[in-house]
Structures are given as structure tokens and as C-alpha cells.
């Protein structure tokens, strides 16, 4: 089975933009690639660089980035975000998780991922995909992602973390997905612990 790029890892490939991977990545939250990937393109093409994004009126943010979850929260964190970096870090976008965590609109799955997408950092992405698939193997017993990003910076080596949300999502939309896993079609299906799962019914 083959699994999709996701679309803030697909954008960091073509160009290692850090704006542009840090946009896309607000963007993506509770949103589909697919959709992403499209409403990163029409503000791109209008808001190519941070100071035309902290000129553009929100409204015309989310009308161009719509359908996206939660668009007109979002149209008033990129504006906010974009004037913060303009004024604060002299339109750089900074590489640590302190500075970034402090941009509207950005917690520490964001961070985590412009750092490793964006900077090529070692840093770890948990979002619930990870959270839910490392509780599942028994790798981690933890409550909440930001737990399971502690837990994973303690047992998972190093040179892991870049790739661990990469790798974990595209097996959390494809295989191991959180309603009906295909667990008789997995190639970890005897590995794996199957901590609170039900497969699917074949």
C-alpha cells in the first residue's frame, strides 16, 4: 500500500522555506492534506513572503484559505503571526520552540514540526496519530501527546525523531487507522501489542 506525503513534509522537500512550511503547518491543523495543499497554494500566490501576509486584511486571509479548519481563527493568527515576525524577529522565522511557541496560533506540535521540516532539526511532531499509534505498540503508556512527546524524547533515539510523524501518520491514515485497523493486513500485525483495539471485521 502506498502512503501520501504529507503536504507540510512535501512542501519542506520542494523548497525548505520556513515560512512557507510554518503557514502550511498552521494551516494543516485539524484540516486534510488535500485541502491544505490547496489553500497554501491560493495565499502563497498572493501572500508570497511575510510582509505581504502581515499587509493582507484578515478577510481576505480566510476567504483564500477556506475551507480549512477553523478558517477565520486561523485568518487572524497568520495575520498576527505574520506581523509578530515582522516586527519582533525582523522577518525571520525563529528556529527554537520557545520562540515559536509564542506566535498565535502555534503549540508545540507546530513547532516541533517547522523545526524538523523547516530547520532539520531533531525534533519530535506527536500528533494524535503518533500519540495513538505508540500507545497501541506499548512503546509508550501515556494520556495525552504532549506526555507522549516527553516519553519519546526520553526512550526513542535521536536519530528517530525527524522521521517518527512523517512515517506514523501516513501508517495512522493507511493502515493503522483509530476506527477498524487493518491488523489482519499489517505487517507488524504479530509484533504489535494491540493495546485497546478492535480490528476491523473482515
Not at 116 to 129: R, Y
Amino acid at each position: 500500500m502506498k502512503y501520501r506525503v504529507p503536504v507540510v513534509d512535501l512542501i519542506g522537500v520542494q523548497s525548505r522555506d520556513s515560512y512557507r512550511v510554518l503557514i502550511a503547518t498552521i494551516l494543516s491543523s485539524r484540516t486534510k492534506d488535500e485541502v491544505t495543499a490547496e489553500a497554501s497554494t491560493r495565499l502563497f500566490n498572493r501572500a508570497p513572503d511575510i510582509d505581504s501576509l502581515a499587509k493582507m486584511p484578515t478577510a481576505e486571509i480566510g476567504d483564500l484559505i477556506f475551507p480549512v479548519g477553523f478558517y477565520n481563527t486561523k485568518a487572524v493568527h497568520l495575520q498576527q503571526t505574520a506581523r509578530m515576525l515582522k516586527d519582533i524577529y525582523r522577518g525571520e522565522i525563529p528556529d527554537s520552540i520557545e520562540e515559536l511557541v509564542n506566535l498565535p496560533g502555534v503549540g508545540r506540535k507546530t513547532a516541533n514540526l517547522v523545526l524538523a521540516v523547516a530547520f532539520d532539526k531533531p525534533a519530535i511532531c506527536v500528533d494524535t496519530h503518533v500519540h495513538r499509534i505508540m500507545n497501541i505498540w506499548g512503546y509508550v503508556k501515556t494520556k495525552s501527546p504532549l506526555e507522549t512527546e516527553m516519553a519519546l524524547r526520553k526512550k526513542l533515539p535521536k536519530k528517530y525523531w525527524k522521521k517518527v510523524n512523517r512515517v506514523l501518520v501516513a501508517f495512522g491514515q493507511g493502515k493503522c487507522k483509530p476506527v477498524a485497523p487493518h491488523c489482519d493486513d499489517c505487517i507488524l500485525e504479530s509484533d504489535c501489542a494491540k493495546i485497546n483495539v478492535i480490528p476491523r471485521k473482515i
